[in-house]
C-alpha cells in the first residue's frame, strides 16, 4: 500500500535547475530518513542527498552548494532542488524513504520510487 513517487525530471541545458518531488501515499505515519540517490548509466546507485525527520542534511560532496534537499513531514513529501545542472548530474534519480512507520504490524519499512529521468544536456 506504501508507495514514493517522483516527479520533475526531464531535459534541462547545463547551468539550469530542476526540482524533483516525492510524494508518498498510503498507510504513512512517519519516516525517519527520506533521500534521494540515483543512477547513471553504467554506474552504480549512489547517495545523492538525505534529511532526517528533524531537518539534518547530507549531502554527497559532488552536489553540496548546488543541490538542496528540502521536506514537508504533513505531506509525506520531500524535494531536491537541483541548480547549476552539469552533464554528469545525467541518471535516473530515486526517491528513498528509511525507517518508515505506517501499519504497525509490519514495523519499520525500507521504500523506493520508480525513478524519474534527468538528462542535462546542449
Known amino acids: 500500500q506504501v508507495q514514493l513517487v517522483e516527479s520533475g525530471g526531464g531535459l534541462v541545458q547545463p547551468g539550469g535547475s530542476l526540482r524533483l518531488s516525492c510524494s508518498g501515499s498510503?498507510?504513512?505515519?512517519?519516516?525517519?530518513?527520506m533521500g534521494w540517490y540515483r543512477q547513471a548509466p553504467g554506474k552504480q546507485r549512489e547517495l545523492v542527498a538525505t534529511m532526517t525527520e528533524d531537518g539534518k542534511p547530507n549531502y554527497a560532496d559532488s552536489v553540496k552548494g548546488r543541490f538542496t534537499i528540502s521536506r514537508d513531514n504533513a505531506k509525506k513529501t520531500s524535494y531536491l532542488q537541483m541548480n547549476s545542472l552539469k552533464p554528469e548530474d545525467t541518471a535516473v534519480y530515486y526517491c528513498h524513504a528509511d525507517r518508515l512507520v505506517g501499519d504497525p504490524q509490519l514495523g519499520y519499512q525500507e521504500v523506493w520510487g520508480q525513478g524519474t529521468l534527468v538528462t542535462v544536456s546542449s
Open positions: 498510503g498507510n504513512i505515519y512517519s519516516i525517519y530518513l
